[in-house]
């Protein structure tokens, strides 16, 4: 049948796995083969780059320059020695900024940015690390899951096989065998629907990671929650993002600095040290000047350049405001979730081990007619449902632990 060749693969995959899978593997793997990571990087060269470049303003600036004119002599103009038809010269040319509306400014928002991209970069990789938590978990839920419906299958057929027989000699009436076949149908079903939920959780988790999924790691006991709700909190505020959006905040602060230099003057000296040129000055080898150029009047642009850049720091401001109260928010969702899912896991772990019993008391007590057909096969359902319930639970108490954990910024 379908299934059994699907299951069949399942099977031989997880076979193939040379070792379980952790989360920290998994997550290595991501970081190196991520695109967002590499984005990151590309990003910080970037800005390092445009850091240079709002350096290089303030700096000096030597070049080599050269002229070469011919003028068409003038009728009038005689024999004057002062006029000369030929001009040339070469010399080379240092300038020096001295004063650079904003250009000061310019830098240090250079700096700051770059600041920033690596507190984005790290967000970044605690976000993939998220992500990762997830897709991990999730295809460990999903590989047990397939385990649990594989054993209701089995048990299902041990179940049949046994009323065929019963039926055979008359000890069990053609209903109760009618009743085994169909919930075997729906076990195979069940089972069917496992498996696409597996391979759905493997093609998440490989978009992740780029890695083959294969068998995961057996999980230990359940951590406990090691402090209070109040020292989580205290740690959200390292976390990179929180970093970033503040870093966002002070690149604003920055940028308003940058927008009023539009109001200062530029002073700038500038030296030429010549190796030729013609005319009355031939004989001297060099000057040095200042040039300077004041703004009067520019239309009202550069106050509005500041009064953009002065709500682009309300904007700043409102969303590193907004963020640190959203990451407060899910901190206390996540720490309370996981206190209620420890609390519910001690529940159902009971229920489990209770069903099971009832299934196997069930099981022997039909051998006595002390109960029906019915009434094993509902124990059988409620015994693997709880184990399954448990099951899930139990991976999704480590998966929301570890989850909490990355709340606060902690990478594996």
């Known amino acids: ?5 699907t299951l ?11 070792a379980p899978l952790t989360l920290k593997e998994s997550f290595e793997a991501a970081r190196k083969n991520m695109e967002t990571l590499k984005r990151a990087d590309a990003t910080i060269t970037r800005n390092e780059e445009t850091e240079n470049r709002a350096k290089a303003t303030i700096l000096p600036n030597i070049s080599g320059v050269g002229s070469y004119t011919r003028i068409d002599p003038p009728n009038a103009a005689g024999n004057s020695p002062f006029l000369l038809t030929r001009q040339y010269s070469a010399a080379l040319r240092l300038t020096q900024p001295l004063l650079r509306g904003g250009s000061i400014a310019a830098y240090q928002v250079a700096k700051e940015n770059v600041l920033l991209a690596r507190f984005q970069k790290e967000a970044s990789e605690l976000n993939l690390y998220q992500l990762v938590i997830n897709s991990y978990y999730n295809l460990h839920i999903a590989q047990v899951d397939v385990l649990n419906l594989q054993e209701f299958l089995k048990l299902t057929k041990e179940r049949v096989k046994e009323l065929r027989e019963r039926t055979a000699i008359g000890r069990s009436r053609r209903g109760e065998l009618v009743e085994a076949e169909a919930q075997e149908k729906s076990a195979e079903s069940q089972l069917q629907a496992g498996l696409i939920s ?5 093609v998440t988790f490989e978009f992740y990671t780029r890695m083959k999924p294969g068998e995961i790691a057996t999980l230990g006991n359940v951590p406990k929650l090691q402090m209070s709700s109040q020292e989580y909190l205290n740690k959200v505020k390292g976390r990179p993002d929180i970093m970033a959006v503040n870093q966002q905040v002070r690149v604003a602060d920055r940028q308003i600095e940058v927008s009023r230099g539009g109001h200062l003057p530029s002073l700038d000296l500038t030296s030429n040290y010549y190796f030729d040129r013609t005319g009355v000055l031939s004989t001297s080898d060099w000057d040095v000047g200042l040039a300077v150029v004041v703004p009067l009047y520019q239309g009202g642009g550069v106050q509005a350049a500041v009064r953009e850049a002065v709500e682009a720091k309300r904007i700043a401001e409102l969303t590193s405001s907004e963020t640190v109260r959203a990451a407060e928010r899910d901190m206390m969702i996540s720490y309370q979730n996981l206190s209620q899912l420890m609390i519910q896991l001690e529940a159902v772990k009971g229920a489990y081990s209770k069903a099971e019993e009832a299934y196997k008391l069930n099981k022997r007590d039909y051998q006595y007619g002390l109960v029906t057909n019915l009434d094993v096969l509902q124990s059988l359902n409620y015994f693997i449902e709880s184990k399954r319930t448990y099951n899930t639970l139990s991976i999704m108490a480590h998966m929301n632990y570890k989850n909490l954990e990355a709340l606060t910024g902690v990478l594996p």
């Open 198 to 202: 597996l391979q759905q959780a493997e």
């Open 1 to 5: 049948m379908k299934y059994r060749l």
């Open 8 to 18: 069949s693969l399942f099977l031989m995959s997880s076979m193939a796995s040379a």
